[in-house]
């Protein structure tokens, strides 16, 4: 058997908090000794569910993005565990030790991604253990993967995961810490408004609107609403020129998608353009 990752399509989460629940039923009050003593009924998340608001009013998009003990291969908290503290079992997950870790804060700080809690009552450090008492009982896959009712958590050996690791990206990748938690289809920028006639108080659908940048050319037509919409934009300057028949084009200059760009209505004055 080869070591498991873990991979998230951001895509297909739907922010149910379904895997934060299930992690917590599977481990709060459970004691899995010597892999893992009992959660806390409040105050760790093993697994943790963000949510991110992009874009202003009209243009508003969120998404979720679930985060764990990445169970890396060149873990901090692994190094930090000169005698035994933590180890690495053989799926590839690490465990932090019940016994060996107690009062040892060190471990908590040692892990970049503050994924690690401090058990008060316990004096032990805790996180995700992969849910290694389940597997090493016969179950094929974590609680949080079990319980995810969209696909977006998944979950193998990393022989068999390729299609999904490949072209997929690590949580903070600068740690170089070699993370065996992936993440596809991370939305990138948008650029978005609705385009109108002001005289005719009326949208104008199939406007035709163009996003340039660097040479790269994006190009879609406003809907049945007026709207257009480009998703997942690299950050970069964009001018945006949009046009219809009948009114002169309207040129946005120099949009800089470090955040997502809503512009809101945008009218268009009758006429024809300069030559
Ligand atoms: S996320 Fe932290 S604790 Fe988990 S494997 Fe990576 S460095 Fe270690
Ligand atoms: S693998 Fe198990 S311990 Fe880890 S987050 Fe999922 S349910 Fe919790
Ligand atoms: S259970 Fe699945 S869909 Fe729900 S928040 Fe977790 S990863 Fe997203």
Redesign the pocket.
Known sequence: MGKKVFV?D?S???????????CKDEHAGNDFRPIAAPQPDIGQFW?K?DDFTRGKAPNVRVH?I?RMCNHCDDCKVLAAAKNGEAYRNEDGFVIIDPEKAKGNKELMNACPYGVIYWNEELDIPQKCTGCAHLLANGYKVPR?VE???????TFGDEDEMIEQTTGATVMHPEYATTPRVYYRNIPGQFIAGTVYDPEAKEIIKGAYVRAVTGGKLYELYTDGYGDFWFKDLPVGIFDVYIKAEGYKTKVFKHLWTKECLSLGDIPLEKGCDEE
């Open positions: 998230f951001i297909k989460c739907s922010g149910c908090y379904c895997c934060q629940f299930a697994i569910v979720y679930p949080c319980m995810c009712p969209t696909g977006a958590l």
